[in-house]
């Protein structure tokens, strides 16, 4: 999985990376919040970021603001790495729109549980975006009639909306995933072929 660390302390930086490689991620090492903030923005961008709280030019809080405003159907999992202990901090990064929260200093075995809840959270999400997107194509497809259908009392024509007259079976076609098997009615047999119809009954007779 490709993961973006967003943190300016090199030692930090470069003992979060050494954990996730271990891990067998592959690693995209920034180190500003503007850096971090250009990255997400990139077709293909990480899909789990771990964003230092604290950083020059843009703050963890606010790249987690600014993703989370981007409309999108697989939105990234975005960790906080931070030294704040208060409460209210963390309840502020939450609402920003962070997913988790890590505290300096980390430990390994901690930040690979939680790197692996966003990994199986990503995962989801990725699921669920493709059957919505199997759902909307299918749906696509389908057609139905809707409204008033005008149509002619004696031919049977009906009439679309650009105002051009079509066979029944012509406008069902174009406007339904309706195929039509073409055959003849009772009633149409006896009118047309009467020599081939089934007279069971004897005509009534002469008065």
Not at 20 to 35: D, F, M, P, Q, S
Request: aromatic share 6%; net charge negative; glycine share 6%.
């Amino acid at each position: 999985m490709r993961i973006l660390i967003a943190e300016d302390d090199f030692t930090s930086r470069t003992l979060l990376a050494a954990v996730l490689k271990k891990g067998g991620h592959e690693v995209v090492e920034t180190i500003n919040g503007a850096a971090a903030w250009a990255a997400l923005q990139q077709p293909g961008a990480p899909a789990l970021a771990i964003l230092d709280w604290m950083m020059p030019e843009l703050a963890g809080p606010e790249i987690v603001r600014r993703v989370r405003a981007r409309p999108t159907d697989q939105p990234p999992y975005l960790i906080l790495l931070t030294t704040k202990g208060e409460k209210a901090d963390i309840i502020a990064g939450l609402e920003a729109g962070a997913n988790d929260y890590l505290s300096k200093p980390f430990d390994p075995g901690e930040l690979s549980a939680r790197v692996e809840v966003g990994r199986r959270m990503v995962e989801l999400q990725a699921a669920l975006a493709a059957k919505i997107e199997a759902l909307r194509q299918a749906m696509d497809q389908i057609k139905t009639l809707r409204g008033i259908v005008p149509i002619c009392a004696s031919c049977k024509k009906i009439r679309d909306d650009k105002g051009y007259w079509s066979q029944v079976e012509t406008y069902v076609c174009n406007h339904t995933e309706a195929e039509f098997s073409h055959g003849i009615c009772p009633d149409c047999v006896i009118k047309l072929y009467p020599e081939f119809a089934d007279n069971d009954e004897d005509p009534p007779a002469a008065s």
